[in-house]
């Protein structure tokens, strides 16, 4: 087996708290001798489950970030049994960088697992993450959000796996997070996930979708925060109660719930993100940006439900998608 060529500064078996990098070695025309320096966090107190919390899988997504350096720089060894492990800014490069994927290799964080020692940027963080951080830990919570293409409703979501034990662990997980919404999800295209690199080791493991729009708001990162929260009290690492929070179940499984642009344009949202639409009502529209004087393209909702995504940027290209409608069942 190869080995890995990241090396971490801080100690996973030691006691308190301590802030440190994975350094990988990164030549470059700069620095030749170089290392790109990547945060991590361990707190931990004595014997105990473990929790990884990672964040930036996407580097464009910022709930995560966010919560996640205010947890490393406030989470005290007194609060916890076990251990919690912070990975702010997985895809470090593209986090730096406030791109989705790596400016060095193009890489897509969560299409690069399990990763390779000897491979690009992104696989030797993934790699090290499979091999060296998923195997110590317990529960795995994956902060994402929309990113600057993309706005979604705040959800907490785990996977239909086919061990159904697992499954009930990652639901309950998932419902003690308290998102104000959450859904179960089928994935169609699992290659190269974290999460189902990390539900293949038989983890308890949780992903989000927070907001989006290339940034973080406060009504977002409370629902971070508090889910993480959540998350530590319900794997009896950190000591307090759960904090409640009636939550929606979405369900996105309709095969007519995307509704994808067939023209370059500029977009105009003619509803709301949790806007309740019914089928055949106009989501949007998109005007000619070369002309005036034409009539602008109606896009309307194939049924009925609530506006679940939207896209967020101003102009819009053939083939992305303008909105997701789903439908909200109430537990
Ligand atoms: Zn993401």
Redesign the pocket.
């Given at each position: 087996m190869i080995p890995s060529p990241i090396t971490p500064s801080v100690n996973f078996d030691a006691d308190g708290t301590q802030h440190g990098y994975l350094k990988l070695p990164h030549s470059r025309d700069e620095s030749a001798w170089g290392t790109m320096l990547i945060p991590i966090t361990v707190v931990k107190n004595g014997e105990g489950p473990t929790a990884l919390l990672t964040g930036a899988?996407?580097g464009d997504?910022y709930e995560g970030p966010v919560a996640l350096s205010k947890l490393a720089n406030t989470l005290a060894a007194e609060q916890i049994h076990g251990r919690v492990i912070i990975l702010p800014f997985m895809n470090y490069p593209a986090f730096r960088a406030g791109k989705r994927t790596s400016p060095l290799d193009g890489g897509n964080m969560?299409r690069s697992f399990p990763g390779r020692p000897d491979g690009s940027f992104t696989e030797k963080i993934a790699d090290y993450i499979y091999c060296h951080l998923l195997p110590l830990s317990d529960y795995v919570l994956d902060l994402?959000s929309g990113?600057k293409s993309m706005q979604l409703l705040p959800f907490a979501a785990a996977h239909v796996l086919e061990d159904k034990a697992q499954q009930a662990r990652c639901v309950a997980a998932m419902q003690a997070f308290a998102a104000p919404y959450h859904i179960m999800l089928v994935e169609l295209d699992s290659v190269g996930m974290y999460d189902s690199a990390a539900e293949a080791l038989g983890k308890t493991f949780v992903t989000t979708e927070l907001g989006g729009g290339g940034s973080a708001i406060p009504y977002t990162l409370e629902i971070a925060e508090t889910g993480i929260h959540n998350l530590l009290v319900h794997a009896g690492i950190k000591h307090g109660a759960l904090i409640p929070r009636n939550s929606v179940r979405l369900d996105m499984s309709a095969d007519n719930c995307f509704i994808t642009s067939e023209h370059d344009g500029l977009l105009e949202m003619c509803v709301n993100l949790g806007d309740p639409v019914s089928k055949g009502q106009v989501v949007a529209r998109i005007h000619d940006p070369a002309r005036t004087g034409v009539a602008p393209e109606g896009y309307r909702a194939g049924l009925d439900g609530i506006v679940a995504l939207r896209h967020f940027p101003g102009l819009i290209q053939c083939g992305d998608a303008i909105a997701l409608i789903a439908v909200a069942q109430l537990d």
């Open positions: 899988n996407h997504e969560n994402h990113g």
